[in-house]
């Protein structure tokens, strides 16, 4: 395990807010080595991370989100020595008119942290504002997908028993103190889609002996975990509140799993007729002496469908996994209404919107997450090139050319665009 205790060369552009994510969390300086070495391979601490970074979440805000917001189940969980609490010990109805009966009890809660638990918030990254903007941010520098949850564990306390994650992790203080034990991976390769519960022995072992590390994690320092690296973690004297950013990033195994099944839409379109033929009569589908002939046809149909799968339809097929993976910001639905009925003078790309242009026989297609927006004209382009560059765009610009809808409709209805006043 890397530890970097020393403050960044004063040479090095500062880790303010106006530096990428990861620059903030690991200082602008170190990017590359994180890359180059450091990614998905070895766990890294950093003390000298971005002091704002704080501020993503402070115990008020917390106070925020479970007395006023009407936070519900699952984006609430409790755990204590290691066990998960139900959900009917923290939750009870809402009351006349609001009978929902999952909602956050904020005295049951208060009484569980007195005695000990560990408050989870999860998917913060889909309900509080500035960590949503943050991971957004992050997930266009990482190329991969991240969620984010909190933990509040009250002085002296412990939530997890020692596990790993089958994601990799950023962890980041934000107030109070915890001393994590970081140990080497059990399992190797840690399996991203495997249950970590399934190799509880392992872990346990691993965890009894000396760990890799030993750390404290305050206000500013920043810990990274690949996938497989087991930890826990204790407060010390203070209430402890931390953000874990995991990281699900996407490996070669997704990319062969979208060619295998792109070959193998390509041959059933080819050969739908043959493939749909049954076996012979009388034929033994354990017996693999008689399935040699036809395992060798479907091989060598298969590398026929492998030679004629291209880059584009792997593409395709993964650009649609990551707009299920990682959704955009969300856009306010009353401004955006407002500004379909009533169209506003200038627009912005909205907010984490992947939007790109596929020109063919004279056609511009316009698509937002791998879906069709608008097929417009190529004198479009310029606009929506600048659109996509981060300029501010005069509507006029962007209306006609889409059909039987003006092209700034499309773009608005289909939230790639928000009026500029709200970008």
Known sequence: ???????????????????????????????????????????????????????????????????RRGVRTPFVRVARNGDVLPSTSFTSGGGLGAGIADQ??????????????TVVLQGLHRIWAPV?????????????PVQVNAYLTPPAAQGFAPHYDTHDVFVVQTSGTKHWSICAPAVTPAQRSDDWTRHRQAVADASSGTPACDVHLAPGTVLYLPCGWIHSARANDGMSLHLTIGIHAYT???????????????????????????????????????????????????????????????????????STDSRPLQVPPVRQ?????????????????????????????????????????????????RLLDGDVVDSSWLQGGAGDDALLHCLLRACAVVPASAG
């Open 1 to 67: 395990m890397t530890l970097l205790d020393g403050r960044p060369d004063v040479s090095s552009p500062p880790a303010g807010s106006g530096a990428p994510v990861l620059g903030r969390l690991l200082g602008p300086e170190r990017l590359t080595d994180f890359a180059d070495r450091v990614w998905g391979r070895e766990a890294l601490l950093v003390r000298d991370a971005a002091p704002e970074l704080a501020s993503l979440l402070t115990l008020d805000d917390v106070d925020e989100l479970l007395a």
């Open 337 to 385: 209404a407002l500004a379909m009925s009533s169209l506003p003078p200038a627009v912005v790309l909205a907010p984490g919107a992947r939007v790109r242009l596929v020109s063919d026989g004279g056609v511009v297609s316009v698509l937002a997450d791998g879906a069709l927006v608008a097929r417009t004209s190529p004198s479009f382009v310029e606009p929506l090139q």
């Open 104 to 117: 956050v009890d904020t005295a049951k809660l208060a009484g569980l942290l007195d005695g000990g638990a």
């Open 252 to 322: 070669r195994r997704q990319v062969l799993d979208a060619v295998l099944a792109e070959a193998s839409r390509l041959l059933v379109d080819k050969h739908a007729d043959h493939l749909a033929s049954p076996l012979p009569l009388g034929v033994d589908v354990a017996d693999p002496g008689q399935l040699a002939a036809l395992v060798r046809e479907a091989a060598d149909l298969l590398d026929v469908g492998l030679g004629r799968v291209s880059p584009d339809a792997v593409a395709s097929r993964l650009e649609s996994r990551r």
């Open 132 to 144: 949503a903007s943050f991971a957004a941010q992050l997930v266009s520098e990482l190329g991969h």
